[in-house]
């Protein structure tokens, strides 16, 4: 189970900073709360797989190297192909996000407290719990209608 005061804090912050685009990478929103969510994960031994998603342009896509999963544009790609390296340089990307990195992490006293459902639902008040409500009823009903098209393709007929 997740920490709900960490789903909390990435929801109150990303609904106070929708609005800011704020391009200092490291300290950039999105990746900092990848970072936490990654090293909460991997740091207590949780089976979940972290995917980021929404990458802008190729230094988002570096500065998330160690996510388990990452969704990038096919232009991005495309870009990384065309990109010209020199040989030195071929296999010098660092990756931000491993285990070692997560067990070192330190939380605060504030993101280890556990929520019962009540204190979380008056907590995020209830326009964002319906919010949250509306988004994971979406959700719920993409993976029914993925599950219907690989249902019309699975099993190949020649198998």
């Given at each position: 189970m997740l920490n709900p005061v960490l789903i909390f804090k990435t929801l109150h912050c990303s609904l106070q900073n929708h609005w800011k685009r704020v391009m200092c990478c490291l300290n950039y929103f999105p990746f900092i709360q990848v970072t936490k969510a990654y090293n909460y994960i991997h740091k207590y031994g949780y089976k979940s797989k972290l995917m980021a998603a929404a990458v802008r342009n190729k230094q988002d896509l570096f500065s998330l190297l160690?996510?388990?999963?990452?969704?990038?544009?096919?232009?991005?790609?495309?870009?990384?192909?065309?990109?010209?390296?020199?040989?030195?340089?071929?296999?010098?990307?660092?990756?931000?996000?491993?285990p070692q990195s997560a067990a070192a992490f330190k939380f605060s006293e504030e993101e280890h407290v556990k929520w019962d459902q009540l204190r979380f639902a008056s907590a995020i008040g209830p326009a964002t719990e319906e919010l949250l409500a509306a988004g994971l009823a979406s959700y719920v009903n993409q993976t029914r209608r993925v599950e219907e098209l690989f249902g019309k393709i699975w099993p190949p007929p020649n198998v």
């Open positions: 160690g996510v388990d999963y990452i969704i990038a544009p096919l232009k991005i790609l495309h870009s990384l192909k065309e990109s010209v390296i020199s040989p030195e340089e071929k296999y010098t990307f660092v990756r931000r996000l491993t």
